[in-house]
């Protein structure tokens, strides 16, 4: 193979090829520069006219490619750098219900069933509900007239919020008092789920958690004590969750679009919710990012189902675009692409790298005189 120079290339022995730099985990070919004169032309920028790049001799002007190769168009248009990652999709929260009472459970609810504010938890005894209230502070307490705390006030924005009280009415004598509005509100509660209307909220009789929470394993036993843990369950907000490589964390940040691809093959969009700070792990640490699906209905009922999450960390809205597979390093450092002319002649053209679309195999460059349309040499598929 020979190069096309104003003077004969010097015959030597052929340069290892050095390390490709901080990219060389993208899929590269591997290439040998031509001799000392060629190499010193490339590292100064200028295009390298070639026969037969990829060893198979063909006349000086004459159309075609190596075994092996194909050809591929420089195109112009807009490009993502996208960071494809394994992902599980599934639903955010872990909750705990624990019984309080001694009663004995009569009825429990089945798993992957929702339960929200103001509805049965579980039955214990005779058939009595234990019921569900929104909270953060769990009920450590009987409540009842003329109490106060945040364990009140979260009781009164619940009965305001299932109507069974009026916001003026509780705001005006204190969220965070349990005031005879407050009671009466919750006699109405009590007579809607069948019990006894006392007024007064005894420990045990409702379970406070953050939001409705969708049952995801049945712990206790019908005819068992309600007592310990009873159910266990999550929030019903769906999420995607990444278990993303430490040394990734900062190409990633709360707001990225992202796509998700279902086990179905369909894809869905999505937003990076929160990226963790803190990562755990052995070898391999790793931090936690959580992504919110935009339409959480595309993803049905899947649980802890197996998902790729494509994150755009950038973009460009008008790039010259090849295939990474398109890139050449260079002996002398940098890369080129194999730009074929329409008399079929082969030049090598030196390049910049911009942005890398990881998930579509795409990068963009500049070069002198690369212009969208122009062939370029690729790998076979």
């Known amino acids: 193979m020979s190069a096309t120079t104003s003077q004969p290339a010097a015959e030597m022995s052929f340069p290892a090829e050095p390390d490709p730099g901080p990219r060389g985990r993208h899929r590269r070919r591997r290439r040998v520069l031509l001799g000392g004169a060629a190499a010193g032309v490339a590292a100064a920028g200028v295009a390298i006219a070639v026969t037969a790049p990829f060893g198979s001799p063909t006349a000086?002007?004459?159309?075609?490619?190596?075994?092996?190769?194909?050809?591929?168009?420089?195109?112009?248009?807009?490009?993502?750098?996208?960071?494809?990652?394994?992902?599980?999709?599934?639903?955010?929260?872990?909750?705990?219900?624990?019984?309080?009472?001694?009663?004995?459970?009569?009825?429990?609810?089945?798993?992957?069933?929702?339960?929200?504010?103001?509805?049965?938890?579980?039955?214990?005894?005779?058939?009595?509900?234990?019921?569900?209230?929104?909270?953060?502070?769990?009920?450590?307490?009987?409540?009842?007239?003329?109490?106060?705390?945040?364990?009140?006030?979260?009781?009164?924005?619940?009965?305001?919020?299932?109507?069974?009280?009026?916001?003026?009415?509780?705001?005006?004598?204190?969220?965070?008092?349990?005031?005879?509005?407050?009671?009466?509100?919750?006699?109405?509660?009590?007579?809607?789920?069948?019990?006894?209307?006392?007024?007064?909220?005894?420990?045990?009789?409702?379970?406070?958690?953050?939001?409705?929470?969708?049952?995801?394993?049945?712990?206790?036993?019908?005819?068992?004590?309600?007592?310990?843990?009873?159910?266990?369950?999550s929030s019903t907000r769906r999420v995607v969750t990444i278990n993303l490589d430490a040394a990734q964390q900062s190409e990633v940040k709360a707001g990225d679009k992202v796509t998700i691809t279902l086990p179905t093959g369909q894809t869905t969009p999505g937003v990076v919710s929160s990226v963790g700070r803190v990562a755990t792990g052995g070898t391999t640490p790793t931090v936690p990012v959580l992504v919110r699906l935009i339409d959480a209905e595309a993803a049905g009922t899947l649980d802890q189902a197996p998902v790729t999450v494509s994150i755009t960390t950038a973009s460009v809205s008008n790039a010259l675009v090849v295939p990474v597979s398109a890139l050449l390093a260079q002996a002398s450092g940098g890369y080129a692409v194999e730009e074929v002319t329409a008399a079929g002649r082969h030049h090598l053209v030196p390049v910049s790298l911009g942005l890398f679309d990881d998930a579509a195999g795409l990068v963009q460059v500049s070069g002198p005189g690369l212009a969208a349309g122009e062939r370029i040499v690729v790998p076979s598929s």
């Open 60 to 233: 000086p002007g004459a159309a075609g490619t190596a075994a092996g190769t194909s050809l591929a168009a420089v195109t112009l248009g807009p490009l993502q750098s996208q960071t494809s990652v394994n992902a599980t999709l599934g639903y955010a929260g872990s909750y705990s219900v624990a019984g309080h009472g001694s009663g004995t459970i009569t009825w429990l609810p089945a798993a992957g069933q929702v339960i929200r504010q103001g509805q049965v938890l579980y039955r214990v005894d005779n058939g009595t509900p234990v019921f569900l209230l929104y909270g953060a502070v769990p009920a450590w307490r009987a409540l009842s007239e003329g109490m106060s705390g945040a364990d009140v006030q979260q009781l009164n924005r619940d009965l305001v919020s299932l109507g069974y009280a009026k916001s003026a009415d509780i705001s005006a004598l204190g969220w965070d008092y349990f005031s005879w509005e407050t009671a009466y509100a919750l006699e109405l509660l009590q007579a809607h789920l069948g019990l006894k209307q006392t007024g007064t909220l005894p420990q045990g009789q409702a379970v406070f958690l953050p939001s409705a929470i969708r049952v995801t394993a049945v712990t206790a036993s019908l005819g068992g004590q309600a007592a310990g843990t009873v159910l266990q369950g």
